[in-house]
């Protein structure tokens, strides 16, 4: 193959809103070609035959996003000339995964691409192998945010999603002993050609100093005299719809120091001292959630918040509306969606903006900053509505704490009208709470100034409506909805799982991968014996495909005889992965006391993936123990063929994409009233796993679709949760009434797993009996209960795999699309542009 010059410029170095490129799209194998080996030559600077294959995979993502750029650029000028409203989509996560496949996908380019290559001698598959997910996310919002982009872009919604370009991501998962070890996430070392920087359009963003006022035609102002700042260099990716050439902007951002060099203090011997205010800027976008059980760790989380915010806030106002523009019409223009509290403090900016630097009036400010926001609240946890302290954030953002209390003034004089001088109540809905210290409560900011509440299941609204906000609710009940969570079809099913996808579209056509609820259709293929046939061949190919990955990358093996029983989820005390492990320990300790012939029991690998947050100690002990139980069961040899426990480290989107494919069984076994909503039982059930699962979050949902016929639920409800806690929870009853659950919990204690050592899970177990706070001894025996009713069905193996097909078939509600229009109709009222 002869390396070839390019005949255009390129494509990248023209201005967002210039005209579109005179670069042709690679509409042909022998344009892309020709492109492919251009970017090769000439921005990677080696020819084909010297090229290794990280250079070959740049050189082709490249040329994909050449080919995203041309109509990337058509789709500004469009919405500059149009000033359609704006969806920006604030989110401090988002969980992309790997982005080639999905790029190709949205841009016909799969088979194109895969020809072009092999004429230049390359698989395609090699240079899938080398991509690295870019580590912007850690769980479901993450993955939430990700799915909503893609369908925001498929839909022809103008968006943009707002976020930050971390260095390091969370972090990269290893065990050593079989404790979690946190490693840097490098996910930048080999370049990331998916996004490009725009340092031109950078945001000034300001810290700490204080406030002057001074009165300028009557009117008292306030200015912020900010005490140092740094840079905000936009770099933006795009994000492709299905098939419709619409080409949105995700646009994260990277912290840079204004002065990132002084040459004076260099010279005089001081070289890291030179250097102090770049590596201060950048610690802001370094990590995602840095450590915060330290003051500084604090410290750096509010900076990170308000750094992404502010400088999201500025771009649109200064660099997306038109010069000139009436921002008493913004709410016609934009609604920015706070994914969470961790965007809420730009609420308070966008009223600094408006008052301080716009010159609007106060009640004109509040009443366009009311219309411009709305709050996705993500948890029913207490402790995970974020608060930050008076002091911290007077210290770091004096002017918008002033700002905060003017709203929160304002506000309880409106609740002293409608609810009379209640003292309760109005310490209750304060802003500032009191305590166990002064403190800003950003979901009641959120609340208070945004236009719509949701939560994201109808389990979780009703929670947030009756428990969480209910004064808030009682006072403003209109502005309460709900939007149940979904996922992309194209990622979690069209690109994850081809084999079924295949099957689909045979059965049914193609247009269920931007219509899911097409799935209904393959009910009557349920009750069709070569289907099902068709379907459990699909199954054993994904778990053999989740073999090879494990082998490669884990040096674990996969039975794909056993029932698939997976628990792939962030590591928390509520979702209750320690239920899951004394489930396996009952099993195991029936075995080997003799009282369970190893004959009778369902052979079974229980597949886990899970990260705990760096200074969460019961996350990690219980992730200790997960693997000490695993190392324990994979070589006894009284439980060979029969147990098998797999930990791979570092769980993430690409891992993902292998394990839901090839699950039977989906662990969704919260306590029933703490999960918000979920979508990883969601991608598994859309997948043909049956769940296991409590009426908590999305559950509910899902169960009443697919049937309780095939949905294996247990455990209390709510309200029977609710009364067990009335009543004096006493977990160590349920322990003493309950021999199998005595068994599974005295073998732990006992130092089986630990090598003799009984004190290295003794807090596990000394928590389990005098606090257990999300009662996992009340539920373990109704879900043991249910896990027998798991092994009878799996036992009928054409039984189970009707009810997998249903389950396919009946989950195309949940899809992210969905989501999406409910959204634009209960609260963003966007249109397309087409």
């Known amino acids: 193959m002869t390396d070839l010059s390019p005949t255009a410029p390129d494509s990248r170095s023209l201005h967002p809103l210039a005209a579109a490129p005179v670069m042709a799209p690679p509409a042909s194998v022998d344009g892309f070609v020709r492109q492919f080996l251009q970017n090769l030559n000439f921005d990677q600077g080696v020819a084909l035959s010297a090229s290794d294959v990280n250079d070959r995979y740049l050189a082709l993502a490249g040329t994909v996003r050449d080919y995203l750029m041309a109509r990337w650029l058509d789709d500004q000028a469009r919405q500059t000339e149009r000033q359609s409203k704006t969806v920006c989509y604030l989110s401090a996560e988002y969980l992309l995964g790997r982005q080639l496949d999905n790029n190709l996908l949205a841009a016909r380019l799969t088979d194109i691409a895969t020809e072009a290559l092999a004429q230049c001698g390359i698989d395609l598959d090699d240079l899938r192998a080398v991509e690295v997910e870019p580590g912007l996310g850690n769980g479901g919002l993450g993955r939430l945010a990700a799915c909503f982009v893609d369908s925001l872009a498929t839909m022809s919604i103008p968006a943009i999603g707002y976020g930050i370009r971390y260095e390091y991501g969370i972090f990269r998962q290893t065990f050593v002993d079989g404790e979690q070890v946190e490693q840097p996430d490098s996910w930048l070392q080999m370049g990331s050609p998916w996004d490009f920087p725009h340092p031109e359009a950078a945001q000034t963003i300001s810290f700490g100093g204080h406030t002057e006022t001074s009165e300028e035609d009557g009117t008292i102002r306030t200015r912020w005299v900010p005490e140092w700042n740094v840079l905000a260099v936009p770099y933006n990716m795009m994000v492709p719809g299905y098939h419709n050439g619409r080409v949105n902007t995700l646009r994260l951002w990277r912290a840079v120091a204004t002065e990132a060099f002084d040459l004076r203090i260099f010279n005089s011997g001081d070289y890291e001292e030179s250097v102090r205010s770049q590596t201060f800027a950048e610690n802001i976008s370094k990590v995602l959630y840095p450590e915060d059980s330290t003051p500084q760790g604090k410290e750096l989380r509010l900076q990170q918040q308000y750094f992404f915010v502010a400088a999201s806030i500025a771009d649109f106002v200064d660099n997306v509306l038109p010069a000139g523009f009436d921002l008493a019409k913004l709410p016609e223009r934009v609604i920015f969606q706070l994914n969470d509290t961790h965007p809420v403090i730009g609420v308070p900016e966008l009223m600094r903006v408006l008052v301080d630097e716009k010159g609007i009036d106060w009640d004109a400010a509040w009443q366009i900053t009311q219309q411009c926001f709305a709050y996705t609240c993500h948890t029913l946890l207490p402790e995970a509505l974020e608060v930050w302290p008076?002091?911290?954030?007077?210290?770091?953002?004096?002017?918008h704490l002033e700002i905060i209390y003017r709203i929160n003034d304002d506000f309880l004089a409106e609740v002293r009208e409608r609810f009379g001088d209640d003292e309760l109540r109005i310490r209750n809905m304060s802003i500032i709470g009191e305590y166990p210290f002064r403190s800003v409560r950003m979901a009641y900011l959120a609340t208070v100034a945004g236009s719509r509440v949701n939560g994201v299941a109808e389990l979780h609204s009703?929670?947030?409506?009756?428990?969480?906000?209910?004064?808030?609710?009682?006072?403003?009940?209109?502005?309460?909805?709900?939007?149940?969570?979904?996922?992309?079809?194209?990622?979690?099913?069209r690109l994850s799982n081809p084999g079924l996808a295949g099957l689909i579209t045979e059965a049914l056509g193609a247009g269920w991968t931007v219509d899911l609820e097409r799935l209904r259709g393959l009910e009557a293929f349920a009750e069709d014996p070569e289907f099902r046939e068709r379907f459990a061949a699909v199954k054993a190919a994904n778990k053999r495909r989740l073999g090879q990955v494990l082998r490669e990358r884990d040096g674990l093996d996969v039975d794909d005889s056993h029932l698939l029983d997976v628990m792939i989820k962030r590591l928390h005390e509520y979702k209750r992965q320690m239920l899951k492990v004394l489930h396996i320990v009952s099993l195991y300790e029936g075995i080997v006391s003799g009282r369970t012939t190893a004959s009778d029991v369902r052979p079974r690998t229980f597949v886990f993936g899970a990260k705990a947050a760096p200074g969460y100690a019961m996350a990690k002990r219980i992730i200790h123990l997960v693997n000490s139980v695993g190392a324990t069961i994979n070589t006894d040899r009284r439980v060979e063929g029969r147990l098998k426990?797999?930990?791979?480290?570092?769980?993430?989107?690409?891992?993902?994409?292998?394990?839901?494919?090839?699950?039977?069984?989906?662990?969704?076994?919260?306590?029933?009233?703490?999960?918000?909503?979920?979508?990883?039982?969601?991608?598994?059930?859309?997948?043909?796993?049956?769940?296991i699962g409590t009426d908590d979050g999305a559950n509910v949902e899902i169960r009443r679709l697919v049937g309780d016929e095939n949905f294996f639920l247990f455990g209390m409800t709510e309200p029977e949760v609710e009364a067990q806690w009335a009543s004096g929870y006493r977990p160590a009853e349920f322990y003493q009434g309950d021999e199998r659950l005595r068994r599974a919990m005295d073998l732990i204690a006992s130092g089986t797993f630990s090598g003799g050592d009984r004190s290295v899970f003794e807090p596990i177990v000394s928590n389990l009996l005098y606090d257990d706070r999300f009662m996992v001894l009340a539920d373990f025996s109704s879900y043991l209960d249910a896990q027998e009713r798991v092994d009878a069905a799996y036992a009928d193996q054409d039984g189970w795999t009707r009810a997998a097909i249903l389950n396919v078939a009946r989950c195309g509600y949940f899809s992210s699309d969905r989501a999406m229009r409910d959204y634009l109709d209960r609260i963003w009222h966007a249109s397309p542009v087409t």
Do not use: C
Not at 390 to 399: K, S
Not at 676 to 685: F, I, P, R, V, Y
């Open 390 to 399: 008076v002091d911290l954030l007077g210290r770091l953002l004096p002017r």
């Open 462 to 493: 009703q929670l947030l409506r009756d428990k969480v906000l209910h004064d808030f609710a009682e006072l403003w009940p209109e502005k309460f909805t709900n939007v149940t969570n979904g996922i992309t079809p194209r990622r979690f099913l």
């Open 645 to 691: 426990v797999l930990f791979p480290a570092n769980y993430n989107v690409t891992l993902a994409e292998r394990i839901v494919p090839a699950a039977d069984l989906s662990e969704q076994i919260s306590l029933a009233g703490k999960e918000a909503s979920g979508t990883g039982n969601m991608k598994l059930a859309l997948n043909g796993a049956l769940t």
